[in-house]
């Protein structure tokens, strides 16, 4: 089983929908979970870090995160052409240093 | 502030050849990063410095590949000798403190080994 995984896809949603994105990881003992964005050539650039439990809200994007299931999700609202990209997920173990990404999921927004 | 800097951008090499991947942190930042990114096996974290300490290189894939931070301003990666498989983006990121906070990544260097 791979320490953090998310549905590669492509997963794709017309311009103005919601696009969810989730991730499940394996490490009971995670403390930090970030949503990086990563643009074809381009390097990730964090989006949003959430740390405990429950919804995070930034913009047009909510981390959502439930540690009993292992689970961390990302909605964004009102999605635009431009947030067509590979949105990866990462998180910190419980020792705090090791940063293990997920292998990403596509995302296409359709105009 | 430039943010984290790499360099070459770009390297074409042949195999056996020695390969040398250079990264310049933020200033400031006392963590720093390389990850190993391709299409088969996704963004893999290879090493990570801590106050230029090398603190966990159990990513690094073989003796082939070494790391070294001098100093606070300059880290670099080393494969000797390069193999075709070792062709893939090389990031390099750096951090404010040792953990939780956000990663800043480099533009990354494509190599590609002939």
């Known amino acids: 089983q791979k320490e953090v995984e998310q549905n590669s896809g492509p997963l794709s949603v017309p311009e103005g929908a919601i696009a969810s994105l989730n991730c499940t990881y394996s490490?009971?003992?995670?403390?930090?979970f970030f949503w990086y964005r990563q643009y074809s050539g381009k390097s990730p650039e964090l989006i949003m870090f959430?740390?405990?439990?429950g919804d995070k809200e930034d913009g047009r994007f909510t981390a959502q995160l439930n540690k009993a299931s292992q689970y961390v999700s990302l909605l964004i609202r009102d999605s635009q052409p431009s947030d067509s990209a590979t949105y990866l997920c990462?998180?910190?173990?419980?020792?705090?240093?090791?940063?293990?990404f997920g292998a990403g999921t596509r995302l296409f927004v359709k105009a | 502030d430039a943010g984290v800097i790499q360099s070459p951008r770009h390297e074409v090499t042949e195999m056996g050849q020695e390969v040398t991947l250079r990264c310049k942190p933020i200033?400031?930042?006392?963590?720093l990063f390389w990850y190993r990114q391709t299409m088969m096996r996704g963004l893999e974290l290879l090493i990570y410095?801590?106050?230029?300490?090398?603190?966990?290189d159990s990513g690094m894939p073989e003796d082939r590949f070494s790391a070294k931070m001098p100093n606070a301003s300059f880290s670099t990666l080393k494969i000797q000798p390069s193999e075709p498989r070792d062709s893939a983006v090389y990031f390099c990121?750096?951090?404010?403190?040792?953990?939780?906070?956000?990663?800043?990544f480099g533009p990354g260097t494509r190599l590609l080994v002939l």
């Open positions: 410095f801590n106050n230029n300490v090398p603190i966990d």
């Open positions: 959430i740390y405990s439990n």
């Open positions: 490490d009971r003992g995670s403390q930090s």
């Open positions: 990462a998180v910190n173990g419980a020792g705090g240093f090791k940063t293990i």
């Open positions: 990121a750096s951090s404010q403190t040792d953990s939780q906070e956000t990663q800043y």
């Open positions: 200033s400031g930042h006392n963590s």
